[in-house]
């Protein structure tokens, strides 16, 4: 029975780890697209440790980034060209897919929410 009992426990343990399919942490660094349409030109994105470039209709932006937890981020722009590019973006991870994440955005402390979808390449 001790036995059964063991084998039991550690099938549920094995089970109840989570996948590396919905880990976030495979987000924080690589090549990411965030399609056109709801809002966004087509946006190439390129991060490593703390910098993300962004590459969208003929403009290239650097961009610190600084991850609160695996969920929530923040951005602000290297080298801002207007008052509303020295606001920090606070960005909010709202669900996990295989290759992608659905984030909420807020720009400063307004109460604008913009969604989208990112994609890894």
């Known amino acids: 029975m001790k036995k059964i009992v063991l084998i039991f ?4 343990s094995l ?3 989570e996948s590396d399919e919905l880990n976030p942490d495979r987000f924080k660094t690589g090549i990411f697209e ?10 190439i994105i390129i991060r490593q440790d703390s910098l993300q470039i962004e590459k969208y ?3 290239i932006d650097s ?8 969920f929530n981020y923040t951005l602000k722009m290297l080298h801002p060209k207007t008052a509303i590019d020295e606001e920090p973006m ?10 992608s994440y659905d984030f ?11 969604k989208g979808t990112l994609y890894k390449k």
Not at 34 to 43: L, S
Not at 104 to 114: A, L, P, T, Y
């Open 9 to 12: 426990v550690l099938l549920v």
């Open 15 to 17: 089970f109840s780890c």
């Open 34 to 43: 965030i399609p056109e349409g709801k809002g966004y030109e087509k946006t």
């Open 57 to 59: 209709e003929d403009r």
């Open 63 to 70: 961009l610190s980034i600084v991850w609160k937890n695996n």
């Open 90 to 99: 606070y960005v909010k991870i709202t669900n996990l897919n295989k290759n």
């Open 104 to 114: 909420e955005i807020r720009i400063g402390h307004s109460n604008f929410i913009q």
